[in-house]
C-alpha cells in the first residue's frame, strides 16, 4: 500500500511538470511553426528568387552543423540513444540549430517535414528539464513527454502525439506508465500553441463505405499498398543516404551539388509543386483540386533525396502529403470512396514509414473526425503489418516477443 | 529479401488457417451464446423455482469438474500458461466442461460473465488447430487468434477483440505479428456468430460534452473512480478466493454454503435484479430505467463471490454492468452527460479490472460508436494508469520497460 501511495505520489510530480513542459514546448512550437508559415509563404511568392539557391543554403546549414555542435547532427538518432540511456547529454544548441537549419531548408525550397524540430526541440527541453528534478530514472520517462508535447504543440493531435512518443521508441511496445505525464504534457502544448494562434488542420471527411465482400477486398488491398508506399520511404531514405555518400564523400560536396541538382528539378517539375512541407498537395486533395497520377511518386522521391543529402526538417508532413495523393489515385482506381481513401492514406504511410500503429490511427481520428475509426483501424493495422518491418528511424528498436518466454511467471 | 518473402508466405498461411478458425469458433459461439440467452430467459420466468438450487448446483459444476478433468478447473490461467509456453496441452474436455458449467451457472442465478467460455474456448481449438499445422513456434499466435475469434464471435466486437487478445498476456506490451490473422479470425467468428443469430449488443450515445476546464476536471475524477472500481474488483476477487479458501478449506463444502447464501440474499435483494450477466443492468442504464445508487455496488459484491466461490463464466458483462451503472451515479453527481458517463464507465472499469487499454477504447467504438472515441481514450487512459496495477488475471505478466535497455541497439 505505501509503495502504490508513493508510486501515485511520484506520477503526481511527473504530471505537474509535464504541464510546465506542455506550456514552454507549446510557445516553442507555435513560434516555430508561425515563422515556418510566414516563410513558406514568402517562398512561394518568390520561387524565382530563392529555389536556386537551395545548393549553398545546404553549405550554410552543414556549416553551422559542423561549427557549432557537430554532435547535434545526430537529430532523431540522438533522441533515441538517449531514451535508451546510451546517450546523457542533449547539446544546448540542439534545438536552436535545428529550428535555424529546418527554417533554412524550407526557405530555399527542400521537400522536407517539421516534425524533426519539434520532437527533437520537446526532447531536449524535457530531458534538460527531467534532469534538474533529480528524481530517479527518469530519462526515458521525460523523453517521451518532451516528445508527445513536441508533436502535440505542433498539429495539435494530442492524443496521437501521447501514443506516438510511447510507440515509437520500441516498435511493438508501450511505455504504459507514462500515459497520464504524457496526457498532460500534450494537451498544454497543444492548448497553448492553439492560443499563440498556431491553428489545427482538419477536414471532416463525410464520405460513407458500404461494407461488402468487394469494398472489403479492395480496402485491404489498399491497405497493402499503403504498406509499401510506407515501407518503402524508409527503405530508399536509408539506401539514398548510402547511395550520395558513396558518390560524393565530401559531405560540403555532397549536399552542395545534390542541391543544385535539386533545385533545378524542383523548379521545372511543375514550378515548385514539390517544395516544402507538402501541405499544398493536401489541400488539393481534399478541396477537388488537381491531384497528378505521379505526384505522390514525386513528392516521395524528392523528399528522399532532400532528406539524404543533410536538409533538415524531418519527414511526417511530406508522408501525410504522399500518403493522401497516393489515396486519391487508389480510390479513383478502385471507385473506392476518394477523400476517404485520402485519409486513410495520409494515416496509414505515416504509420508504415514510422512502424508505429496507433498513432496513425488516432491521428486519422483527430484530424477527420472519430466517424472512420473503425477504417482507420482496418487500414492501418494491414499497412503496418506490410511495411516489411522498415523505418525512418534508424534507431529504433525492435521489441522481441519471445524474450519474456523465458522470465518466471511471479 | 528471401526472408521477407517467406514471412509474408508464412501470414498468409496463417492468415487462411485463422479464417477457418474463426468459421469453427465463431459458430461455437452462436451456440453457447443462443443456448446461454434462452437460459437467462428461462431464469427469469421460473426465478423462484431455480434460485434455491445455486447451492447443490455448484456442486454439481465442481463434480462434472473433479471427475473428467480436474486439470481444466486451471481456466484463464491455463490459457496464459499455454500462451506463455509453460502448458502444452489444453485438455479436449476444457471446452465441453467449461460451455456446460456456465450455463449451470446461469441457470441457477449465479452472477458472472460469458466471455470466459468464449475466450478459453477459442484458445482451446485454435490451439489445437494450429498443433495440427506443424509449424514452428506458433502456440501463442494460435492461442491470440483463438481468443481474439472466442471474444469476437461472442461479443461481436472484432476490434476490440483483436487488441484484447493482443495485449492481455502481458500488460504493457502488443504482439503486433499476429495482428493479421488476428484480424481475419475476428471478422470472420463476428461474421459467422451474427449470420448464425447471435445479436450485437449496441447504443448509440448522441450525448455532447462541451470542453470545458470544468468538465475536464470532473472527466478526470470519474476516470479515476472508474480505475479504482475496476482495481478493486481485481483485488476484492483474489481476497475473496483466499476468504473463502481459508473459511471452508473443503471445496465442496465451500461452493455449497456460499451458493446458498448467494442464492438467498439474491433473491431477496430486489428478486433476481443482480444474477446472471447483469444485462438487465446494462439495458436499465442506456433505456434511461431506474438505476438504483448501489446497484454497481451489489453487482460488485455478488460477482464477487459467485466466482470465488467456483462457479464458472468469467467477469467480463458483469463488469460492463458495474461499469454503467457507476456511470450512471457519477454522471448524476457530477452533472456529466449521464449516457455518455455510462457509456464510459462501461469501458474503462472493464479495461481497469483487466489491465487492458486499448481493448476497452475500441468497445467503446465498437459498442457506443466512433462519435465519443477521444472521451474514451481520455478516460480509459486515466483509469487504466489508476487500477493499482491490479488484474483479474492473476497468471497475466508484466513487460518490464527497462528490460530491453540492456539490450544491444543492433
New interface residues.
Given amino acids: 500500500m505505501k509503495k502504490?501511495f508513493l508510486y501515485?505520489k511520484t506520477?503526481l510530480i511527473h504530471t505537474l511538470a509535464a504541464i510546465l513542459i506542455g506550456l514552454i514546448i507549446g510557445a516553442v512550437d507555435a513560434l516555430f511553426g508561425r515563422v515556418l508559415l510566414t516563410i513558406t509563404d514568402f517562398r512561394q511568392e518568390h520561387l524565382y528568387l530563392l529555389l536556386p539557391f537551395l545548393g549553398p543554403a545546404g553549405l550554410l546549414i552543414l556549416f553551422l552543423y559542423r561549427k557549432l555542435s557537430p554532435k547535434s547532427l545526430g537529430g532523431m538518432g540522438l533522441i533515441f540513444?538517449t531514451g535508451?540511456?546510451?546517450n546523457k547529454h542533449i547539446p544546448k544548441l540542439l534545438v536552436p540549430l535545428i529550428m535555424l537549419t529546418t527554417w533554412i531548408t524550407h526557405l530555399f525550397g527542400g521537400s522536407a517535414g517539421r516534425e524533426g524540430v519539434a520532437v527533437q526541440m520537446g526532447a531536449a527541453i524535457s530531458h534538460t528539464i527531467g534532469r534538474k528534478l533529480h528524481v530517479q530514472n527518469n530519462a526515458?520517462l521525460y523523453l517521451l513527454i518532451g516528445m508527445a508535447a513536441g508533436f502535440a504543440g505542433l498539429f495539435q493531435t494530442p492524443?496521437a502525439a501521447?501514443f506516438f512518443a510511447l510507440e515509437v521508441l520500441?516498435?511493438?511496445?508501450?511505455?504504459?506508465?507514462a500515459?497520464?505525464p504524457c496526457?498532460a504534457a500534450s494537451f498544454t502544448a497543444g492548448f497553448t500553441s492553439h492560443l499563440l494562434g498556431l491553428e489545427k488542420f482538419s477536414v471532416i471527411v463525410s464520405d460513407k463505405l458500404v461494407f461488402t465482400p468487394d469494398t472489403i477486398v479492395k480496402l485491404i488491398i489498399t491497405a497493402v499498398i499503403f504498406g509499401i508506399i510506407g515501407g518503402s520511404f524508409a527503405w530508399c531514405l536509408q539506401a539514398a543516404k548510402k547511395r550520395l555518400a558513396s558518390w560524393f564523400p565530401n559531405v560540403y560536396f555532397r549536399i552542395l551539388i545534390t542541391g543544385i541538382c535539386l533545385s533545378l528539378l524542383l523548379l521545372f517539375i511543375h514550378q515548385g509543386r514539390y517544395t516544402g512541407l507538402g501541405t499544398n498537395l493536401i489541400s488539393a486533395a481534399f478541396e477537388n483540386q488537381t491531384i497528378y497520377p505521379y505526384d505522390f511518386l514525386l513528392k516521395f522521391g524528392f523528399t528522399v533525396i532532400t532528406l539524404a543529402a543533410g536538409y533538415q526538417g524531418g519527414e511526417v508532413p511530406p508522408l501525410f502529403a504522399i500518403g493522401c495523393t497516393a489515396g486519391i489515385l487508389l480510390g479513383n482506381l478502385f471507385g473506392l470512396p476518394v477523400a476517404l481513401t485520402a485519409a486513410l492514406g495520409y494515416a496509414a504511410v505515416f504509420g508504415s514509414a514510422t512502424n508505429t500503429?496507433?498513432a496513425p490511427v488516432?491521428i486519422g481520428?483527430?484530424v477527420f473526425g472519430?466517424?472512420?475509426?473503425?477504417y482507420f483501424?482496418?487500414v492501418c493495422?494491414?499497412a503496418?503489418?506490410?511495411n516489411?518491418n522498415m523505418t525512418i528511424y534508424g534507431?529504433q528498436?525492435q521489441?522481441q516477443?519471445q524474450?519474456?518466454?523465458s522470465?518466471s511467471?511471479k
Avoid at 170 to 177: D, T
Avoid at 370 to 374: R, Y
Fill in positions: 502504490s501515485y506520477i540513444d535508451f540511456q546510451e526515458r492524443l501521447v520500441v516498435a511493438g511496445s508501450l511505455f504504459y506508465e500515459v497520464i496526457l500503429l496507433l488516432i481520428i483527430e472519430p466517424q472512420n475509426a473503425v483501424l482496418i493495422s494491414i503496418y503489418a506490410c516489411g534507431r528498436r521489441y516477443g524474450e519474456w518466454q522470465r511467471s
